[in-house]
Protein backbone atom coordinates (compact mmCIF):
# COMPACT_ATOMS: atom_id res chain seq x y z
CA UNK A 1 0.00 0.00 0.00
CA UNK A 2 1.30 3.63 -0.88
CA UNK A 3 0.39 5.90 1.31
CA UNK A 4 -1.77 9.06 -0.20
CA UNK A 5 0.65 12.14 -1.52
CA UNK A 6 -1.80 14.50 0.90
CA UNK A 7 -1.14 12.53 3.96
CA UNK A 8 1.69 12.34 6.66
CA UNK A 9 1.88 10.24 9.53
CA UNK A 10 4.84 11.67 11.96
CA UNK A 11 5.18 10.33 15.89
CA UNK A 12 3.71 12.79 18.14
CA UNK A 13 5.84 15.38 20.02
CA UNK A 14 5.25 17.07 23.53
CA UNK A 15 3.99 20.30 21.41
CA UNK A 16 1.41 18.48 20.52
CA UNK A 17 -0.69 17.86 23.91
CA UNK A 18 -3.36 19.86 23.37
CA UNK A 19 -3.97 18.62 19.69
CA UNK A 20 -3.80 14.74 21.23
CA UNK A 21 -6.49 15.73 23.71
CA UNK A 22 -8.84 16.93 21.61
CA UNK A 23 -8.55 14.00 19.61
CA UNK A 24 -9.11 12.01 22.86
CA UNK A 25 -12.54 13.81 23.42
CA UNK A 26 -13.66 13.82 20.10
CA UNK A 27 -13.18 9.83 19.99
CA UNK A 28 -15.12 10.12 23.74
CA UNK A 29 -17.93 12.08 21.75
CA UNK A 30 -18.25 9.20 19.30
CA UNK A 31 -18.06 6.83 21.70
CA UNK A 32 -20.62 7.94 23.50
CA UNK A 33 -18.09 8.28 26.62
CA UNK A 34 -17.53 11.93 26.68
CA UNK A 35 -18.19 12.20 30.06
CA UNK A 36 -15.67 9.65 31.15
CA UNK A 37 -12.83 11.80 30.08
CA UNK A 38 -10.45 13.16 32.73
CA UNK A 39 -7.52 13.44 30.79
CA UNK A 40 -5.22 16.78 30.96
CA UNK A 41 -2.78 18.08 29.38
CA UNK A 42 -0.35 18.01 32.25
CA UNK A 43 -0.89 14.44 32.69
CA UNK A 44 -0.74 13.14 29.02
CA UNK A 45 2.86 15.57 28.77
CA UNK A 46 3.94 13.62 31.93
CA UNK A 47 2.95 9.99 30.93
CA UNK A 48 3.45 10.39 26.92
CA UNK A 49 6.65 12.67 26.84
CA UNK A 50 8.44 12.53 30.43
CA UNK A 51 10.99 10.84 32.49
CA UNK A 52 9.15 7.49 31.87
CA UNK A 53 6.97 7.21 29.05
CA UNK A 54 4.35 4.95 29.06
CA UNK A 55 2.82 4.89 25.70
CA UNK A 56 3.74 7.15 21.90
CA UNK A 57 1.20 8.39 19.60
CA UNK A 58 1.27 9.10 15.64
CA UNK A 59 -0.27 11.94 14.21
CA UNK A 60 -1.72 11.43 10.64
CA UNK A 61 -1.60 15.36 8.80
CA UNK A 62 -4.13 15.69 5.57
CA UNK A 63 -2.34 19.04 3.91
CA UNK A 64 -0.60 20.08 6.23
CA UNK A 65 -3.74 19.53 8.84
CA UNK A 66 -4.21 17.11 11.32
CA UNK A 67 -6.54 15.06 10.59
CA UNK A 68 -6.19 11.93 13.28
CA UNK A 69 -4.11 9.95 15.64
CA UNK A 70 -2.99 6.82 16.71
CA UNK A 71 -1.82 6.14 20.47
CA UNK A 72 -0.39 2.71 21.39
CA UNK A 73 1.63 1.01 24.13
CA UNK A 74 4.11 -2.27 24.34
CA UNK A 75 2.24 -4.98 25.48
CA UNK A 76 4.14 -8.62 26.13
CA UNK A 77 2.95 -12.10 25.00
CA UNK A 78 3.61 -14.90 27.30
CA UNK A 79 2.64 -16.94 24.84
CA UNK A 80 4.49 -16.09 22.39
CA UNK A 81 7.56 -14.83 24.56
CA UNK A 82 7.74 -11.66 22.72
CA UNK A 83 6.19 -8.01 22.54
CA UNK A 84 3.49 -6.92 21.08
CA UNK A 85 1.67 -3.20 20.50
CA UNK A 86 -1.78 -2.21 21.88
CA UNK A 87 -3.84 0.43 19.99
CA UNK A 88 -5.31 1.77 22.49
CA UNK A 89 -7.45 4.75 20.28
CA UNK A 90 -7.62 5.19 16.79
CA UNK A 91 -9.37 8.27 15.57
CA UNK A 92 -9.63 10.27 12.50
CA UNK A 93 -11.83 13.60 11.94
CA UNK A 94 -15.70 13.12 11.00
CA UNK A 95 -14.47 15.31 7.69
CA UNK A 96 -11.40 13.64 6.99
CA UNK A 97 -12.91 10.02 6.58
CA UNK A 98 -12.85 8.08 3.15
CA UNK A 99 -9.39 9.37 3.01
CA UNK A 100 -7.60 6.05 3.63
CA UNK A 101 -5.96 7.82 6.84
CA UNK A 102 -7.35 5.14 9.71
CA UNK A 103 -5.86 2.36 7.02
CA UNK A 104 -2.90 4.48 6.44
CA UNK A 105 -2.28 4.53 10.12
CA UNK A 106 -2.92 1.17 11.21
CA UNK A 107 -0.71 -0.01 8.11
CA UNK A 108 2.05 2.09 10.00
CA UNK A 109 1.48 0.51 13.08
CA UNK A 110 1.70 -2.84 11.73
CA UNK A 111 5.33 -2.20 10.07
CA UNK A 112 6.01 -0.51 13.53
CA UNK A 113 5.30 -3.80 15.70
CA UNK A 114 7.37 -5.71 12.65
CA UNK A 115 10.12 -3.68 12.85
CA UNK A 116 10.16 -3.94 16.73
CA UNK A 117 9.93 -7.49 16.91
CA UNK A 118 6.25 -7.73 17.99
CA UNK A 119 4.15 -10.71 17.24
CA UNK A 120 0.82 -9.09 17.68
CA UNK A 121 -1.46 -6.05 16.91
CA UNK A 122 -4.46 -5.81 19.05
CA UNK A 123 -7.13 -3.10 20.21
CA UNK A 124 -10.43 -3.30 21.33
CA UNK A 125 -13.89 -2.08 19.59
CA UNK A 126 -17.27 -1.01 20.67
CA UNK A 127 -19.85 -3.95 20.18
CA UNK A 128 -22.03 -1.08 18.54
CA UNK A 129 -19.74 0.60 15.99
CA UNK A 130 -20.24 -1.58 13.20
CA UNK A 131 -18.54 0.36 10.90
CA UNK A 132 -15.14 0.35 12.52
CA UNK A 133 -15.99 -3.93 13.17
CA UNK A 134 -16.22 -3.70 9.35
CA UNK A 135 -12.96 -1.99 8.70
CA UNK A 136 -11.54 -3.95 11.20
CA UNK A 137 -12.53 -7.44 9.61
CA UNK A 138 -11.50 -6.10 5.76
CA UNK A 139 -8.07 -5.34 6.99
CA UNK A 140 -8.34 -8.89 8.20
CA UNK A 141 -8.53 -8.56 11.93
CA UNK A 142 -10.27 -11.35 13.52
CA UNK A 143 -12.70 -10.87 16.77
CA UNK A 144 -11.56 -12.66 20.16
CA UNK A 145 -14.97 -13.61 21.25
CA UNK A 146 -13.35 -16.25 23.37
CA UNK A 147 -11.88 -13.29 25.55
CA UNK A 148 -13.54 -11.01 28.33
CA UNK A 149 -12.27 -7.82 28.95
CA UNK A 150 -12.00 -7.31 32.60
CA UNK A 151 -11.04 -3.90 34.77
CA UNK A 152 -10.60 -2.60 38.21
CA UNK A 153 -10.59 1.06 38.37
CA UNK A 154 -11.22 3.95 40.98
CA UNK A 155 -12.55 2.88 44.07
CA UNK A 156 -12.24 -0.62 43.61
CA UNK A 157 -8.74 -0.51 41.99
CA UNK A 158 -7.80 0.94 45.70
CA UNK A 159 -9.63 -1.77 47.46
CA UNK A 160 -7.89 -4.26 45.37
CA UNK A 161 -4.50 -2.49 46.35
CA UNK A 162 -5.23 -1.87 50.02
CA UNK A 163 -5.37 -5.91 50.03
CA UNK A 164 -8.87 -6.31 48.58
Not at 130 to 148: C, K, V
Given at each position: ?85 YLEDLFVEPAQRGR?IGRTLLVHLARLAL ?50
Open positions: MTMPADLVIRPAVAADVPLILRFIRALADYERLAGEVVATEEGLHATLFGARPVAEVLIAEWRGTPAGFALFFHTYSTFLGRPGLGERGCGRLEWSVLDWNEPAIRFYRHLGAQPMNDWTVQRVTGAALAHLAAGG
